[in-house]
């Protein structure tokens, strides 16, 4: 990962956001906070993958805590819901 400042930043800001198309580009300023530079795309992927997370976590959690049924062979009432009312 790169690093830079913000001033070094605004003067090759071109360079940078090519650069942050194939790596995120870390930005410390003087008082010490960091900014990440990255595609969107990259931010969007992150951003699912949480999500993704998160929900497996509450499925373990309910099962954890026994907010579950049992699925027996044969058991059509989970799949009524998925098939078509004609």
Do not use: F, H, W
């Not at 300023?29 to 992927?45: A, F, H, N, P, T």
Request: hydrophobic letters at 30%; a positive charge.
């Amino acid at each position: 990962m790169q690093s830079t400042n913000p001033k070094q930043l605004r003067a090759e800001m071109k360079d940078y956001l090519d650069l942050a198309m194939k790596e995120p580009i870390r930005i410390q300023r003087r008082s010490g906070d960091c900014y990440i530079l990255l595609k969107e795309m990259v931010y969007q992927e992150m951003q699912d993958e949480i999500l993704s997370l998160q929900r497996r976590l509450l499925g373990m959690s309910d099962v954890v805590s026994g907010q579950t049924k049992e699925y027996k062979i044969g058991d059509k009432s989970r799949l009524d819901r998925l098939t078509k009312k004609k």
